[in-house]
Nanobody
């Protein structure tokens, strides 16, 4: 069985940037949807961005559109989330996730349906 391992979180001031990376291994094939969701304390999971392993098709939550960019490097089995113009409301634990059953638009709207996810990486944005 494979793993999803996130790195790259940290603390930044509002307006700053961070890039998250997710190393994927094992079971994820080209038909899977891979993406990111986040969860702040006391809040529900929120889908952030998602894409198909095979491409194309990239989907973003309205709250991050124009500021975040999801991408992948299949030669390295790595998924990225470039986050620019960060806001305090972006503060959350960010998780890399993957699923083979649901579509990317569906998983963006319902991130609880992801079957696999990593341990998460904390992003804190101060004002």
């Amino acid at each position: 069985q494979g793993q999803l391992v996130e790195t790259g979180g940290g603390s930044v001031q509002a307006g700053g940037s961070l890039r998250l990376s997710c190393s994927t291994s094992g079971y994820i094939d080209l038909n899977w949807c891979i993406g990111w969701f986040r969860q702040a304390p006391g809040n529900e999971r929120e889908g952030v961005a998602a894409m198909y392993k095979r491409g194309p098709g990239i989907y973003y939550a309205d709250s991050v559109k124009g500021r975040f960019t999801i991408s992948q490097d299949n030669t390295k089995n790595t998924l990225y989330l470039q986050m620019n113009s960060l806001k305090p409301e972006d503060t959350a634990m960010y998780y890399c996730a993957a699923d083979s059953l649901y579509t990317c638009p569906s998983l963006l709207a319902r991130p609880n349906d992801y079957k696999y996810w990593g341990q998460g990486t904390q992003v804190t944005v101060s004002s």
